[in-house]
């Protein structure tokens, strides 16, 4: 069995590649949109103020772009180094979506990036236009692919096991790309990134009007900065509460981490924080019914009957059952060549309990609780954060309205302390996302602890602490250079 300090440092590795990621994935996914819309109004007007406009947040784009393309790869790459029975037990389905984002979207992206970035004056405004359009296009198509890939890991479809290849195979492609949760995941995600755009716009303008510089520049940007994020939390909102019925369907033991739910049941409260809940809140959030049973963490150990009549296994009986499912594929191997009947027989044991494979690998039912306090506290972090980001961007573009915001001073130190708000709250999500599903890599599948490669303790802690260096330092040059990029400023004469 794979000892324990391996699993929990290629954990570490790993939260670290992506954690540092999605740093820049997000204000990628946001600053495009609003460039884009800013070169739009220029195209439109045919004002050279607004073009001043698009290209100083564009500098800003490309800056954030290409340090997120050299953590990407990174992230990748260790599929192959620290999780390579995963790889291996999955890369037939996990494979495809990558394999199309790095031929189609980075194609697409650095295809049209240049033409955004070099092109003001070799094409016409329009197709200029287009391509900075289909920038934005092309970095949210490597989010679907991506979030593809996350959401399979999460709800596992469109495959089968083949005993006699030991690994998933592909059936059906579009199950795969028209999963559920990739749907709500995908349109949670991008539109949590117009969040991130927009405050990251919004606090850098507010900077300019407290130095009392370019002060027409800044609050055109805020407007447009606004506009999109609040149209983005809305569409967070209506996203997430999509995936909240998705989890409760699919993964309802991450559900129950989220809410510290130790016994479930129906009229299920919500937890604001610990002593303070809303009667029957859970229930409409998780089936939009009041009525509607959501199991606890108890509930969920013990076995259940759900809302539709069906009958949950208990952990220990998934647990004994997929046991049975490891042994009778052992047994199929050991047969296939010298006792086609005993491996038919071997097989049909295998078929029977392949649901619970992964649960074979499970020692105790406490290993399928993930931690509960990270997860809860992870959860209000996000839903607290997102709600006051966006109580403020109302704020602040009612101020902008009211031509009152280049007076507010406190409004504007709220907003650009605020910068580092939106991005504690992406990452908060993605614990609840990611933490919340522990132990499994594939959720019933595969758990972490059976992913992992062989290879040494040391290996993992030596390349764990070489990425802390060099992502610190590519987040240090990125902010240096934005810093310097934001003091030169745009250079947009006021009116």
């Known amino acids: 069995m794979i000892e324990t300090a391996l699993v929990d440092w290629s954990r570490l590795q790993f939260a670290l590649t992506a954690g540092y990621h999605w740093l820049f994935v997000p204000l990628t996914l946001g600053l495009a949109v609003i460039m884009a819309t800013m070169e739009t109004i220029y195209v439109v007007k045919g004002d050279e103020f607004w073009k001043k406009t698009a290209k100083f947040w564009m500098k ?44 189609f979207a980075f194609f697409m992206e650095a295809t049209f990036f240049a033409v955004m970035f070099f092109g003001w004056n070799k094409v016409s405004k329009r197709v200029h236009l287009a391509a900075t359009w289909l920038t934005g296009i092309g970095a949210a198509i490597s989010a679907v692919w991506i979030l593809v890939a996350n959401s399979w890991m999460q709800h596992p479809v469109g495959m089968e096991f083949n005993p006699d290849t030991v690994r ?25 990134g117009w969040m991130t755009g927009s405050i990251f716009v919004i606090g850098i303008s507010c900077w300019y009007l407290i130095k009392k510089q370019e002060t027409r520049f800044a609050l055109s940007s805020i407007r447009v900065a606004a506009i999109v994020g609040i149209v983005g939390t809305f569409a967070v909102m209506f996203s997430g509460d999509s995936s909240a019925i998705h989890v409760a369907e699919y993964q309802p033991m991450k559900l129950a981490a989220a809410e510290g739910l130790e016994e479930g049941g129906e009229r299920a409260p919500f937890s604001i924080v610990p002593g303070v809940e809303v009667p029957g809140m859970l ?35 998934k647990i004994s059952r997929g046991k049975v499912a490891i042994e009778a594929f052992k047994e199929y191997r050991m047969l296939k060549d010298v006792d086609s009947l005993g491996a038919v027989q071997a097989r049909k044991l295998l078929d029977s309990n392949i649901d619970y494979f992964g649960y074979g690998y499970i020692n105790s039912q406490e290993e399928l609780v993930p931690p509960v306090t990270l ?43 605020s910068i580092p708000l939106v991005y504690i709250a992406g990452q908060a999500g993605w614990i609840v996302a990611e933490v919340g599903r522990q132990p499994w890599v594939i959720e019933g599948l595969l758990p972490v602890k059976a992913a992992v490669s062989s290879v040494s303790v040391e290996a993992v802690k030596t390349t764990f602490f070489l990425f802390v260096a060099i992502f610190t ?18 250079k947009v004469e006021t009116k």
Do not use: C, Q
């Open 60 to 103: 800003l784009f490309g800056i954030n772009f290409a340090v997120g393309i050299a953590t990407g790869i990174i992230l990748e790459f260790e599929f192959g180094t620290n999780w390579s029975n995963y790889s291996w037990f999955v890369g037939d389905i996990f494979g495809a979506p990558l394999a199309i984002e790095g031929i």
């Open 168 to 192: 998933h195979e592909m059936v059906d492609f579009w199950a795969l790309v028209l999963n559920p949760v990739a749907v709500s995941k995908f349109f949670h995600s991008v539109f949590s």
């Open 283 to 317: 229930s409409i959030l998780a089936t939009h019914d009041i009525d509607g049973y959501v199991p606890g963490i108890n509930n969920i150990l013990e076995g259940y009957t759900n809302s539709s009549g069906e009958i949950i296994p208990s952990a220990e009986e």
């Open 375 to 417: 997860v809860y506290w992870a959860f209000r972090v996000m839903v607290g954060l997102g709600g006051f980001l966006l109580l403020l961007m109302v704020v602040i573009l009612w101020a902008e309205r009211k031509k009152t915001l280049a007076n507010m001073k406190w409004l504007l130190w709220v907003a650009l302390f």
């Open 473 to 490: 330092l590519f987040l240090v040059i990125e902010l240096r250079i934005l810093i310097k990029a934001i003091k030169e400023g745009p």
